[in-house]
């Protein structure tokens, strides 16, 4: 991805930045932006804009707790179709397993799966 990124012509990479704000009233009209060596701040005008959290899934709290594969949360069975982890009565949803896809529409429709099997495991269980 980032060959492909150094590739496109239309893209400017700004190093060492972040957005700190988001201008405009109706729609995005701009971004302002710090560099977080200098501490100086300045505003782009973009007509838009994508936000993205990385690639790495935030499992390793879950380290010791649940059963890991390459950093992702292994569902029971490894199919796909089940949110069950490698702990009973625990349940994945999203990125976190989501090794293939990794995109928040994803997230969204195991948490719908993951909701649904806890609920039908806590009405099968004593919990």
Known sequence: MQD???KTPNVK???DTEVVDVLGDAKVEGVRIKNKKTG???DLRVQG???AIGHEPATEILRDHLKLEKGYVVLRP???LSTATSVEGVFAAGDVHD???RQA???AGFGSMAALDAERWLQQSDA
Do not use: E, P
């Open 4 to 6: 492909r990124l150094f």
């Open 13 to 15: 990479i700004l190093w």
């Open 40 to 42: 100086q701040t300045s």
């Open 49 to 51: 804009l994508f936000l």
């Open 78 to 80: 490894h199919d796909g």
């Open 99 to 101: 090794f293939r896809y």
């Open 105 to 107: 529409v994803t997230a």
